[in-house]
């Protein structure tokens, strides 16, 4: 496995310029610290991974991903290495590279193996999360009007879009966006959301969470009270509203927030907030579901989801899950097609 030795490789060279500095070259402690975190993250990675359901292009990609940063790695510090030499025997130093563009080279490298790892950790979560949900639906299908645990069971009929709406959570562009989630009341919006905030790949994905419940009759001042309880893991009661956004901005700063704004009715509630959700450009995200279509579109709604009616399969499915729990619809009172009239 060309990567896995590329890894060892940069941890030999580390361990001989840290051990044996020579020529006198020196690693920063804390970067070598980081580099050695990152290669053992991709080293235990590489020894253990194996795509579900065999081995695919899938494997060969982050293989070659992780080759390429070890690569990298390797050149740099034997880059350095032997320009030091060169610098010793000749008199013009001012040619060769100096110990500040050294250690902003490996930081980069160090940078580009933690993405690397952050990558293939929301994969691998999101990939879990899809064989879960295909579990469940192929169990659902295997009995007769069988009925999914009560985790699944108010997301019936949905686990396409929630696939969806978790791509577009974990995936698209750095910029914070808004995700509007719309739909008629009682058509699972707040599932759907509920269902989002508390998946692996949310909690893995990003820094923080805060859900908040807005209605119709909304208060900024609580909308901001409420996030930042869940932000800062403290009760803020006595602070002005102004004080209370000031101090979620402070602390949303250079982290990847995920927000729920539950039942939105009117965009005067966000207008009110908004400036206290800075754009950190690290991919957050704001879910907010709404019952109106006009106010969904003043957001970007072609990051949104539409909801819509089940089907008639997933609403009876639904509906016997609601009511019958675990337990199967008694027979009789399954609805049977009438019988042909026999001929005399």
């Known amino acids: ?190 599932t759907l959301a509920r269902n989002i905030f508390s998946s692996p790949l949310v909690q893995e994905h990003f820094d923080v969470r805060a859900w908040t419940t807005i209605s119709h009759e909304y208060n900024s001042r609580e909308i901001l009270r409420q996030v930042l309880d869940q932000v800062m893991e403290e009760k803020w009661e006595d602070l002005s509203e102004d004080d209370l956004g000031l101090h979620l901005y402070q602390s949303l700063i250079g982290r990847r927030y995920f927000v729920v704004m539950d039942d939105m009715w009117n965009i005067e509630a966000w207008d009110r907030v908004r400036r206290f959700f800075p754009d950190n450009r690290n991919g957050s995200r704001i879910v907010v579901t709404t019952r109106l279509s006009n106010l969904a579109s003043l957001f970007n709604y072609a990051n949104g989801l539409e909801m819509q009616f089940l089907d008639e399969d997933a609403s009876w499915d639904l509906f016997s899950n609601t009511v019958f729990g675990k337990e199967s619809c008694p027979l009789e009172l399954e609805v049977i097609p009438p019988l042909r009239e026999l001929d005399p």
């Not at 933690?114 to 979560?125: A, G």
């Not at 995936?171 to 008629?184: A, K, N, R, S, T």
């Open 1 to 190: 496995m060309a990567a896995y030795g590329a890894l060892v490789s940069v941890m030999h060279i580390v361990d001989q310029v840290q051990t044996h500095p020579f020529p006198p070259i020196s690693i920063h402690q804390k970067q070598a610290e980081s580099l050695t975190e990152a290669v053992s993250s991709l080293q235990h990675f590489l020894e253990g991974y194996s795509p579900r359901g065999g081995y695919t292009d899938e494997e060969d990609f982050w293989e070659s991903r992780i080759a390429e940063a070890a690569y990298d790695a390797e050149d740099v510090i034997e880059s350095y290495i032997v320009d030091r030499i060169r610098a010793r025997s000749e008199i013009d130093v001012e040619q060769h590279t100096s110990s500040a563009d050294f250690y902003q080279g490996l930081q980069m490298v160090i940078a580009n193996m933690n993405s690397i790892k952050i990558e293939i950790k929301e994969k691998m979560v999101l990939q879990d999360q899809n064989h879960n949900i295909k579990s469940a639906r192929s169990a659902a299908a295997g009995s007769s009007r069988s009925t999914s645990t009560p985790q699944n069971a108010t997301m019936i009929g949905f686990d396409d879009v929630l696939l969806r709406m978790l791509d577009k959570v974990a995936g698209g562009e750095p910029d914070l966006q808004i995700l509007p989630i719309v739909g008629m009341g009682g058509i699972g919006k707040t």
